[in-house]
Each structure stands twice: as structure tokens, then as C-alpha cells.
């Protein structure tokens, strides 16, 4: 991908200090097009924004930002979409403040090509929840969904994983350019989106992972989603900013309850309340989309009862009990139970115990 005249006129504006969405809004408004916008005298400008930001536009082109932005996008997986681009993701041009500019590693065609949720929770989450996230996104994948979140530690790097092994796959929004991986911890997982899903984001390259960038961020993760699931909350925590985002949308928000004792339960209690789908399977989800998730027919319906689940309940059970009741040995059993956590039907728990979920 080449910068052509008018994607460069996109990218200097990007690097405008001072110079937010709205402001933008404006002058576009004005002048028609960022081209007319650095044609436009400091005096015209100055009718629209500040006369320090008019200066500064009227400087022109930031060749550095410009040089790096070039060399960057030499690799085919990396792209740049302003707002007017046929590849821009349409659902974000619903929400109130869409994004002028996206930057995209990975896989372009899942922006448009493939329903998405959204699936958010603690930094700090509990082992149960990290099981959780992944077994979801993975069922949800396989049905169809690419499954949308923020690569932060915890609910939101066991989403990805999830999601990328089914086929619907996973993107990453990010808070900072993506010639950089925040946290830094994440970076295998960071390679792996963007050569099996993708990783997005709306700040130049360069940026690095700034406070305020991050919430920021949450309102292109439910931009792109059909609705919001929230594993694992405390009533402080970031992802119910996506939730409330998501209302504001006009997207579904979903939420998984657990223990009244524990802190990251709270903020999914209180999705609750306030009218969250509560959800204890990936039907429940299903359920709730069905009306405007079109296209996978067989694949949205629920999986077919497995023999084992006669004998398995909603109740935890561990190994040497569930042999007991099913009559096979522990062996056979093992490779059930594997099949079935791959398939998001069951998962495991602390103390060797499996649990059905679906």
C-alpha cells in the first residue's frame, strides 16, 4: 500500500497536537476534504480552530511520520483506511464518534466480512474467569463470531486466544501505534493476531501507550461488535466503560454472573440490574442475536447433546466420579473431556474438576 495525496493529507492531520476527532469534524465540514483543508490560509483555518492549530496545519507535511508511515506499510499485512475507504469498517460509521483514520496489521476482511462480539473483563481476573474467556470466545468463534477486544491482560488476552482458535478468529483494538506492543507481555500474542486475525487502532505509529488512549479505545470495541460480553468486572473496572459504550451504540451487552463475595463479580451484578443479558452458556448469546446475526444458519443452532452429559451436570464433578457414573475408564474419559473444552461445552476447574457450561 502506497501514500497517495490525499491518505497523506489524512495521516499529517493525525499528527496535529491539539487537533481531536471534533475539531477535525469541523473543518472537514468547512473545507470539504483534507486536501482543501492545507490549501486553506491561517486566517480561513483560524475561523474553525485555534490559531496555534491553524499555524501548525498551514506548516504542512510531517515528512518523519510520513517516511516511517511509508516503510511500515512495505508489508503487505499492514494497511492504512481513512473513513472514505470502501474497507472501513461500515458498523463503525453507526456510533457517534467514528475514527478518521485506522491503522490494520493482519487480516483486513474480518473489519467487514464477519459478525463480531466483543469480549471484555478484569486485568486481574480470577482463574475461572480466564477459563471462561477463552471457552466463550473459542464457541463463539466456531460459530461463526470474530471475537473483538483490547489485548490488555487478563479476560482480554484469554478472549484472543479463544478466539483465534475457532474460525471467526479475533481482533485487537489498541490504545498505542501498532509499531509498538502494550503490554509488552502480550507480544507473542500480538504476532499471532496479526498473522491469524488482526490488530487495529486509530493512533499513529509512534504512539506510545498513553492513559487516556485506552478508554478512548473501548468505544471501536464495541463499534465493531454486535454486543458486549463482560466476563469478569469490579465496579472500577475499564470494561464496564465498554459496556456503557455499547449501550450508548445501541449494541447488546452481556454479562456472566459469579459468587456475591467476589469484587470482580460486582460490575457484571450491576450490568445486570441495571438490564444486561445475564448469561450462563453460549446459547444464551445466540438466543439474543439470532434476529440480526445472518449467514451462519447450521452453525448458530445448539450443539448436539453429548452422551457424556447424562452423567454430567451443571455441577462441578471430578475425574474418578464421572468414570464411576459413565462406566469408562479414566483414559477414554480424558480424551472426552479434552474434546469437549476445545468444542467451549465444558471447562476445567482448580482441584481437577470439570463443569458443563453448554
Given at each position: ?57 498551514s506548516?504542512?507535511?510531517i515528512?518523519?511520520?510520513?517516511a ?12 492504512v483506511l ?6 472501513y469498517p ?32 478484569s ?35 484469554a478472549?484472543?486466544?479463544g ?8 481482533i ?11 503490554p ?37 470495541i ?51 440490574k ?13 438466543d ?9 444458519g447450521a ?7 453429548h452422551?457424556l ?22 483414559s ?6 479434552l474434546?469437549l ?8 476447574l ?9
Open positions: 500500500m502506497s501514500l497517495d495525496a490525499t491518505l497523506a493529507s489524512w495521516l499529517t492531520l493525525s499528527q496535529i497536537p491539539g487537533l481531536g476527532n471534533e475539531r477535525l469534524r469541523r473543518l472537514l465540514l468547512t473545507f470539504g476534504s483534507p486536501e482543501n483543508i492545507f490549501r486553506a490560509s491561517v486566517s480561513e483555518l483560524s475561523q474553525v480552530v485555534k490559531p496555534a492549530i491553524a499555524q501548525t496545519i506548516l504542512g507535511i515528512e518523519d511520520n510520513l516511517a508511515t511509508q516503510h511500515w506499510l512495505d508489508d503487505p499485512i499492514n494497511h481513512c473513513i472514505g475507504d470502501p474497507a461500515q458498523h463503525l460509521l453507526n456510533i457517534p464518534d467514528p475514527p478518521y483514520l485506522l491503522f490494520v496489521k493482519g487480516r483486513i476482511e474480518l473489519l467487514n466480512n464477519i459478525p463480531a462480539l466483543a469480549i471484555v473483563g486485568r486481574n481476573a480470577s482463574p475461572q474467569g480466564i477459563r471462561n474467556a477463552e471457552t466463550f470466545a473459542q464457541a463463539l468463534s466456531e460459530a461463526g463470531l470474530c471475537i473483538v477486544s483490547g489485548m490488555a491482560h487478563g479476560i482480554d488476552a478472549a484472543h486466544q478466539g483465534l482458535r475457532g474460525a471467526g478468529s479475533s485487537a483494538i489498541v490504545g498505542t501505534g501498532l509499531d509498538k506492543v502494550y509488552s507481555a502480550n507480544r507473542d500474542l500480538a504476532h499471532l493476531l496479526s498473522q491469524n486475525g488482526a490488530l487495529v487502532s486509530e493512533f499513529p505509529l509512534g504512539t506510545p501507550p498513553l492513559p487516556a488512549n485506552f478508554p478512548r479505545r473501548n468505544r471501536i464495541s463499534g465493531l461488535s454486535l454486543g458486549c460480553l463482560v466476563v469478569e468486572a469490579s465496579l472500577q473496572s475499564g470494561s464496564l466503560i465498554t459496556a456503557r459504550m455499547a449501550i450508548e451504540q445501541g449494541r447488546d451487552v452481556f454479562a456472566i454472573p459469579g459468587s456475591i463475595h467476589s469484587p470482580q463479580s460486582k460490575g457484571c451484578h450491576a450490568l445486570i441495571q438490564g444486561a443479558k445475564l448469561v450462563e452458556n453460549v446459547q444464551d448469546i445466540f439474543e442475536l439470532s434476529a440480526v446475526f445472518i449467514g451462519v452453525s448458530f443452532s445448539t450443539p448436539a447433546e452422551p452429559f447424562a452423567h454430567m451436570q451443571f455441577d462441578p464433578i471430578d475425574l474418578d466420579t464421572l468414570s464411576e457414573r459413565s462406566s469408562l475408564t479414566i477414554s474419559l480424558s480424551a472426552i473431556l474434546q473444552e476445545l468444542e467451549g461445552r465444558i471447562t476445567t482448580p482441584g481437577g474438576l470439570y463443569q458443563r457450561i453448554v
